[in-house]
């Protein structure tokens, strides 16, 4: 970055020198000595000694007032690089300005085309299916499991309850339909109850968060039996039982297994597929074949 001398600071410099006594000395001698330099000139060869007494004098006061002329010349011309500086500077502020206002627009243009693309690939594989496609606004930073808001509502037909999902699997559901805004509570909350299965061994239950797991920001496939088969590196996709969520959405991945208290049922860790703490552009899914109530599923149990 370039650092510029402020110009008032040489102004109050330059009045300052005006105003000395040395300045005024200056003056005076510079016109005593011309007044001398006059007299010479009139009296011509005749007066050669005097001359050569006067030059003896005159030259270095010359040579004297000749070094501040220079100095003066090059304190004006920095006035003149300093204002060259100055242009250049805010040239350059200018164009990093409009770089990085290029770039952004870039990355929104480039977002925008891949999420419309995945989009796209979803609504071909899953033509019952009807969208509201929505940006992120604000995280709840007091909820440990990651509610946020998004900038559409019952004004582009969410209504609450309605699944939320990115290209990449399930996120949550709408907590709350506003007109312009909606509220979403992801898979790690406890509330969520998404009926699903293992994708390799269907072996079913329910996909619920729990305090602990979301920490990490994994969620669990609670309710499996004992006798379930399902293992570290298995995929949970959702079952549409009770019709709150449609069939064939991927959850995520198995990561562990435990066992409930009393030994009665088994659980799965799962890591959601989806990005959840890199959400910027989400997918409400408003309508789709067999949907139901979120209550409903709820009572239900998944």
């Keep these: ?26 003056v005076g001698i510079v016109v005593l000595l011309a007044a001398i330099a006059i007299i010479v000139a009139v009296a011509g060869g005749a007066a050669a000694p005097q001359s050569n ?30 204002e060259a500086l100055k ?24 977002r925008r085309n891949e999420f419309l693309k995945d989009y796209m690939e979803i609504k071909d594989e899953n033509p019952d ?89 994994n969620c669990r496939l609670s309710y499996l039996k004992k006798s379930a088969k399902v293992a570290v590196g298995d995929y949970i996709i959702t079952s549409g039982v009770g019709g709150a969520f449609p069939d064939g959405i991927i959850v995520g991945e198995v990561v562990d297994m435990g066992q409930d208290a009393g030994q009665v049922s088994v659980y799965a860790v799962v890591r959601p597929q989806a990005r959840l703490e890199e959400l910027k552009d989400i997918m409400v899914i408003t309508a789709f074949e067999g949907q139901g109530s979120l209550d409903e599923t709820m009572e239900d149990g998944g």
């Design 1 to 26: 970055m370039i650092c510029l001398k402020p110009i008032f600071q040489e102004d109050i410099y330059l009045r300052q020198f005006f105003k000395s006594a040395r300045f005024k000395v200056a």
């Design 53 to 82: 007494i006067i030059g003896s004098i005159v030259t270095p006061v010359q040579r004297f007032f000749a070094g501040i002329g220079d100095s003066l010349g090059d304190f004006f011309d920095g006035f003149e690089d300093t």
């Design 87 to 110: 242009e250049e500077n805010e040239e350059l502020r200018q164009e990093l300005r409009e770089k990085t206002s290029a770039l952004l627009e870039y990355d929104k243009l480039k």
């Design 129 to 217: 299916w009807q969208f509201a496609e929505a940006m992120v606004i604000g995280e709840d930073p007091l909820d440990p499991f990651g509610s946020f808001m998004v900038d559409k509502g019952t004004l582009h037909g969410i209504n609450k309850g309605d699944p939320v999902i990115t290209a990449d699997g399930l996120v949550g559901y709408i907590e709350e339909a506003g007109v312009n805004y909606s509220t979403v509570t992801t898979i790690l909350n406890p509330d969520a109850q998404v009926g699903s299965y293992d994708n390799k061994t269907r072996d079913a239950g329910v996909i619920e968060g729990e305090a602990g797991l979301a920490e990490d920001g």
